[in-house]
């Protein structure tokens, strides 16, 4: 049998974001982050192979068979594994009917679909009920608890597994248990894609829903328990890489906005930096543009070259934006009070979405959701926008409107800051900048260990990859 080493890189969790900012320097904020930046975590990839059947010994043609494997409805899978029914292999439990008046302010807790995010148990949002009065299937260690029946399609069939602290909590009537001996395996099995594909095709035409019925016949090829516990030993240890960068994320994000909170308002000066901030309008810092839309029943004034943004652009985009979706032409700018502004001027949104802000890398338009500003030369573009993004609150505060709420020109123009030099301006800024680049680093570097992830659990749970036991 053909067998040959499964080679995969994983990025180092343990980047260096922040590395030019001392993370002592922000009160309250070092303990967390140098907790997390001084883990260290591995992924163990040993006792992983690779194995084709297509290309192993005694393999000629796709009828032929394939050494170490068998053909199965779901396709080739190992010879020590089996297709099985999930009723074969353990029990789905029903959730808990309750109505308004059992709720309590403590009692037994009722996990429901908004207590699973990412695969995990979150308690943002959690209601109880009094024990004593109904009666429900509590929940046992290791349990799997699935989303079943949700207004959001794409939310049916979300799981995570039930920890021992939880033993004896109850779950909502939307949700399902699957209790089985195999549900450390089943629970990576259970955040795939195979297990996604099955839920998606039996989802109710006309109820978002997935019933017990069909549950319990989804098949998937199974191996062995010790092949079982050696595959969920592997992935857990990539779940545990993952939730360490996103608390490494998390610890960062905390730093930073502590960081941009002081370094905005002073309290946190750079060495060599001294003298009174000037408090100034907004006005002062730039040039203001207003935006507007051309008629759209008119079509020459629309798909020309010129660049025009909406509101739920800015929210997407980030710090900097480029592209929008519609374009309008010359005449439809000069037909409307839309104004063409510089690039690197910022756009605010002061409509729906009040105080997403972003800079425009070139020469652009927008809608009459907007009030933009190009920074003058006494200013630094990128401190202003810091400044008007921390500024979210303060647009809220200042908007009105009866039907929906907008910020005025006249309180755009006229909102006060406090400013320092163009010096120290250009010097938050960097700093600023720097921690924005290296949290995109971990965010970028957290997509890359959640896609090897994805990768090999898409070989390891087809029997692709194989493990040593």
């Not at 439990?93 to 302010?105: A, C, F, H, K, N």
């Not at 207003?290 to 029943?297: L, N, R």
């Not at 008007?388 to 006249?410: I, P, V």
Request: hydrophobic share 35%; charged share 25%.
């Amino acid at each position: 049998m053909n067998k040959e080493k499964l080679n995969i890189k994983q990025p180092n969790s343990q980047a260096e974001p922040f590395k030019n900012i001392k993370t002592g320097s922000v009160k309250g904020q070092s303990n967390d982050l140098d907790k997390v930046q001084n883990s260290n975590l591995s992924c163990d990839r040993e006792g992983i192979q690779t194995f084709d059947p297509q290309n192993s010994e005694g393999a000629t043609t796709e009828a032929s068979p394939k050494v170490g494997y068998k053909k199965t409805k779901l396709g080739w899978i190992p010879a020590e594994w089996e297709v099985k029914e999930l009723k074969e292999i353990g029990n789905v439990i029903s959730g808990l009917t309750y109505s308004p008046d059992d709720v309590r302010p403590n009692g037994v807790l009722v996990l429901r679909s908004s207590n699973i995010q990412d695969s995990k148990l979150s308690f943002h949002d959690n209601v109880y009920v009094d024990p004593k009065k109904l009666n429900f299937n509590s929940l046992k260690n290791n349990d799997i608890l699935i989303c079943v029946r949700n207004g959001s399609r794409s939310l049916i069939g979300k799981s995570t597994l039930i920890p021992n602290d939880l033993v004896g909590e109850a779950f909502g009537a939307f949700m399902t248990v699957f209790r089985s001996e195999s549900n450390i395996y089943l629970n990576q099995l259970f955040n795939s894609d195979f297990f996604y594909r099955e839920v998606h095709k039996n989802i109710g035409a006309t109820i978002n829903s997935i019933n017990g019925g069909n549950l319990k016949k989804f098949k998937f090829p199974i191996p062995p328990p010790s092949e079982q516990k050696k595959i969920a030993a592997i992935l857990t240890t990539w779940d545990s890489a993952i939730a360490l960068q996103q608390d490494l994320i998390t610890a960062k994000q905390k730093f930073k906005k502590a960081l941009t909170q002081q370094l905005l308002t002073g309290k946190k000066r750079f060495p060599g930096f001294e003298g009174e901030w000037e408090e100034v309008k907004l006005n002062d810092l730039g040039t203001i543009y207003t935006g507007g839309t051309p008629s759209s029943s008119i079509k020459k004034y629309w798909n020309g070259e010129i660049t025009w943004y909406t509101p739920s652009e800015i929210r997407k985009a980030g710090k900097y934006i480029s592209v929008s979706e519609r374009k309008i032409t010359a005449l439809g700018l000069r037909k409307s009070s839309a104004k063409l502004f510089p690039k690197h001027t910022i756009v605010v949104c002061t409509r729906a979405t009040i105080g997403e802000v972003s800079i425009s890398t070139i020469e652009a338009s927008t809608n009459q959701g907007f009030k933009n500003i190009c920074v003058n030369k006494d200013n630094n573009v990128e401190f202003v926008y810091y400044l008007l993004k921390t500024s979210k609150q303060e647009f809220l505060r200042k908007s009105s409107g009866s039907t929906f709420l907008e910020l005025s020109t006249t309180d755009f123009r006229n909102m006060k800051f406090k400013v320092p030099t163009i010096y120290e301006q250009q010097k938050i800024a960097t700093t600023l900048s720097a921690a924005d680049q290296e949290l995109t680093l971990l965010q970028n570097q957290l997509i890359q260990l959640q896609d090897q992830k994805r990768g090999l659990m898409q070989r390891l749970l087809t029997g692709e990859v194989r493990v040593k036991i």
